[in-house]
Nanobody, 123 residues
Framework: QVQLVESGGGLVQAGGSLRLSCTASGRTFSSYAMDWFRQAPGKEREFVAAISLNGDSTVYADSVKGRFTISRDNAKNTVYLQMNSLKPEDTAVYYC????????????????WGQGTQVTVSS
């Protein structure tokens, strides 16, 4: 079992930056691949970024590639999402998610989710 708590969301102008954090409970954080997903009003939840157990492999959605960076600090049980050059279309609730071992990009493969943090980008 792992519990996830996101933080760092807020209101930012277009072109600005935010850094989201997701801290996990438990002693086995390094056994979990970690993802960020987002869900905008009226839309399905979509994949944003993924990182492998030790951080040596990352995957990004095309819509955020080159602007967002996912990273993790296993000593702090935390995964981050650095978001730069934000656009109004990035507005959504952002969720972190965890799954054992293998990296994945489908929300159906994740058992553990945080409560979400709101990111709003004004134009």
């Amino acid at each position: 079992q792992v519990q996830l708590v996101e933080s760092g969301g807020g209101l930012v102008q277009a072109g600005g930056s935010l850094r989201l954090s997701c801290t996990a409970s438990g002693r086995t954080f390094s056994s979990y691949a970690m993802d960020w997903f987002r869900q905008a009003p009226g839309k399905e939840r979509e994949f944003v970024a993924a990182i492998s157990l030790n951080g040596d492999s990352t995957v990004y959605a095309d819509s955020v590639k080159g602007r967002f960076t996912i990273s993790r600090d296993n000593a702090k049980n935390t995964v981050y999402l650095q978001m730069n050059s934000l656009k109004p279309e990035d507005t959504a609730v952002y969720y972190c998610a965890a799954r054992k071992q293998r990296i994945a990009t489908s929300s159906k493969e994740f058992n553990y989710w945080g409560q979400g943090t709101q990111v709003t980008v004004s134009s």
